[in-house]
């Protein structure tokens, strides 16, 4: 017997992605919804490349009891309401909006790097799916910290408009398109200009109360996401950037750690580091770029080097499709764990 899965927000990007990566890795599923607001309702949606069409039914009646699990791609709004429905009704939420990231009894899971906190997921029914790019960054730092332990973190992200939706994607379309007839398009979704420009600025500015003044919340959410994942003694500073890319983020991150790290050892780690693809040659092109890993479950690393400004420093090129690890994929591996661990069907 497998299970039955909800996908909550099935017609958004993310949920698109949840859907084809449950039929990619042929998860075993019994049977399948496909979930969103009620503008959706009697859409049809495609359930990977298998060829099946799955029917959108209403969230505001859709009855979560009898469901085994339900992977939430909606904003913080929807999943405050439905949520803790799904999860009275005996469903699992596995939920990708910031809602319950930081709530102490809601586990926040990245499979390769904290599977064990999976356990905590009874108290609320509720596990947490972190920040996209914190996700493919914790991956990456995982084998590095169990060889060495990470003090400290500094890192700068090139988040793509994938990120913000398809309305970023849209956007950053049009505007380039405007430019190239000589239209101006005025943003709407960004705060300036996205096409053949870089927006320092992601989510909304903190302030003094917060102990992050001056920092943006997705900055914060770096920060406070991997030190409940990987180690609460990790400090951790983060510049968030949102570049003219579609769909891949990328992060040059600079690592200090407690003892001496060799890259040569550094490489060898990472290069047996699950969820991890080294590609690193000190050569033209030798090195990952966003538009290289669409539609990869990996998190690529490249260019790691020593970093000469602190006594035992690395630094690294870190990149992934957002859509999948950041986001889908990483949700369908908490579900693939949860069942393995716990419920046990399929």
């Not at 992977?71 to 939420?93: I, M, N």
């Not at 920040?131 to 060889?147: G, I």
């Not at 968030?240 to 550094?266: D, K, M, Q, T, W």
């Amino acid at each position: 017997m497998g299970y039955r899965i909800a996908v909550v927000g099935a017609t958004g990007n993310v949920g698109r992605e949840m859907l084809n990566i449950l039929a990619e890795r042929e998860f075993p599923a019994d049977e399948v919804a496909a979930v969103a607001s009620s503008r959706s309702v009697g859409d049809r949606v495609d359930y990977g490349d298998t060829g099946r069409e799955l029917t959108v039914r209403n969230l505001e009646h859709f009855d979560f009891a009898g469901w085994d699990m339900a992977l939430f791609a909606v904003g913080s709004g929807p999943t405050k309401v439905h949520a803790p429905r799904a999860a009275d009704a005996g469903c699992v939420v596995i939920d990708n909006s910031s809602l319950y990231r930081m709530e102490p009894d809601v586990p926040l899971i990245v499979p390769e790097v904290n599977p064990e906190a999976i356990d905590g997921y009874a108290q609320r029914n509720i596990i947490a799916n972190p920040n996209c790019s914190t996700a493919q960054m914790v991956v990456a730092l995982k084998p590095l910290h169990d060889a060495a332990t990470i003090r400290r973190v500094v890192v700068a992200t090139y988040q793509s408009v994938s990120g913000a939706g398809k309305a970023g994607m849209d956007e950053l379309f049009e505007q380039s398109r405007a430019i190239f007839v000589g239209d101006r398009r005025e943003p709407q979704k960004f705060t300036k200009q996205i096409a053949f420009n870089l927006i320092p600025h992601i989510d909304s500015f903190m302030g003094p109360e917060s102990g992050f003044d001056g920092y943006t919340r997705e900055e914060w959410k770096m920060a406070v996401e991997t030190q409940k994942i990987l180690d609460p003694a990790i400090r951790v500073t983060a510049t968030c950037v949102r570049v003219p890319v579609f769909v891949g983020h990328s992060e040059a991150i600079s690592i200090e750690f407690a003892r001496p790290l060799s890259v040569a050892r550094a490489q060898a780690i990472l290069r047996e580091a699950p969820g991890v693809m080294l590609v690193d040659r000190r050569e033209d092109g030798g090195y990952v770029t966003p538009v290289e890993c669409v539609g990869d479950y990996a998190t690529f690393v490249s260019r790691v080097r020593r970093d000469p400004t602190v006594e035992h420093g690395l630094t690294l090129w870190c990149v992934s499709d957002n859509l999948r690890k950041g986001a889908a994929l990483n949700a369908v591996q908490i579900a693939e764990l949860l069942g393995r661990r716990h419920l046990k069907k399929g």
